[in-house]
């Protein structure tokens, strides 16, 4: 299994950005997946995730900006992030699950696959 994230970079406040992971090895349309992220001192925080069923969570500090889908076509998982602020800076993860549901509150060692990370930088 293999998942490799594109899209990051750096952004003015307010702007957007489109994430993405392929999948390969790997059936995004039947499982649990998830966008992790860590900033510079900051824990990993598990930020937008969706089910086999595509019904999508949000932490709280992205509700409203951020939207996660999949496109089952392409194996492909995205990040929408609108209206961007300097505390979104960090690292971010796609992470994949065996199974097709998604724990109410994510947590690390549920995820069997993981991306190597791209950055985003707001400023």
């Known amino acids: 299994v293999q998942l490799v994230e594109s899209g990051g970079g750096s952004v003015q406040a307010g702007g957007s950005l489109r994430l993405s992971c392929e999948a390969s090895?790997?059936?995004?349309?039947?499982?649990?997946m998830i966008w992790w992220r860590q900033g510079p001192g900051k824990k990993r925080e598990g930020v937008a995730l969706v089910d086999s069923y595509s019904d999508p969570r949000y932490a709280d500090s992205v509700k409203g900006r951020f939207i996660i889908s999949k496109d089952n076509a392409k194996n492909t998982l995205y990040l929408q992030m609108n209206s961007l602020k300097p505390e979104d800076t960090a690292m971010y993860y796609c992470?994949?699950?065996?199974?097709?549901?998604?724990?109410?509150?994510?947590?690390?060692?549920?995820?069997?696959?993981w991306g190597q990370g791209t950055q985003v930088t707001v400023s």
């Open positions: 090895g790997y059936t995004v349309g039947r499982n649990c």
């Open positions: 992470a994949a699950a065996r199974r097709w549901y998604c724990s109410d509150t994510p947590y690390e060692a549920e995820y069997d696959y």
